[in-house]
């Protein structure tokens, strides 16, 4: 059996994403996976097919046809991949400002449960959840995909991300291009 700390960590983190689905639902994204994959391609544009299924963990087949779905809507194009067997994804401007509305759903979301913390209460939650985050995954591909529904620019500022200590990516896939334009916000 697991302690009162692991049983409160699992309601919240339970009612957190009740909370966000509920907020993603209103958007452009028509599920979850749509969400993530928006947001996703917003932060890494130009990633695979492959890539993106690695990120909303999904199957080849199954990641083809929400690209298909979200090329149908007007939210993404495929573009030149990096080799001749690749297709870039990439937001057309309809897709990114998508993005910007599940990010906003996400922050509308989230932010009335901080609101009754004091704000050393709040720094502390902060540190305690950014050591939790960091033992949640192991490498650069599974930080990609944990952070598939965050905005990356909160975690420019300090501290930064808390997923920034995994291992060094190995896959160039997984590094952002010194060149990759930040998305308009």
């Given at each position: ?19 966000l ?7 452009a ?5 749509e ?12 990633g ?12 080849q087949p199954a ?7 979200l090329?149908e809507r007007?939210?993404?194009r495929?573009e ?22 599940v ?42 995909r944990?952070?598939?529904?965050c905005?990356r ?13 995994t ?19």
């Open positions: 059996m697991g302690d009162h700390a692991d049983q409160v960590l699992g309601l919240t983190a339970l009612a957190v994403m009740d909370r689905r509920a907020g993603l639902a209103a958007g994204a028509r599920s979850e996976v969400a993530g994959a928006l947001v996703h391609l917003q932060a890494w544009p130009g695979s097919l492959g890539d993106l299924a690695a990120v909303v963990g999904l199957s990641t083809v046809r929400m690209v298909d779905r090329v007007g939210l993404l495929r030149a991949g990096r080799d001749r067997r690749t297709v870039a994804l990439v937001l057309t401007s309809a897709g990114s400002r998508a993005a910007d509305g990010l906003a759903a996400r922050a509308e979301a989230l932010a009335p449960l901080m609101k009754q913390l004091s704000g050393s209460e709040r720094e502390t939650l902060e540190f305690l959840l950014g050591r939790v985050a960091a033992g949640l995954v192991e490498d650069r591909q599974g930080a990609v944990a952070c598939r529904l905005d620019h909160t975690c420019e500022s300090d501290p930064g991300c808390p997923l920034e200590g291992a060094s990516p190995v896959d160039p896939r997984w590094q952002r291009p010194a060149t990759s334009p930040r998305p308009n916000r």
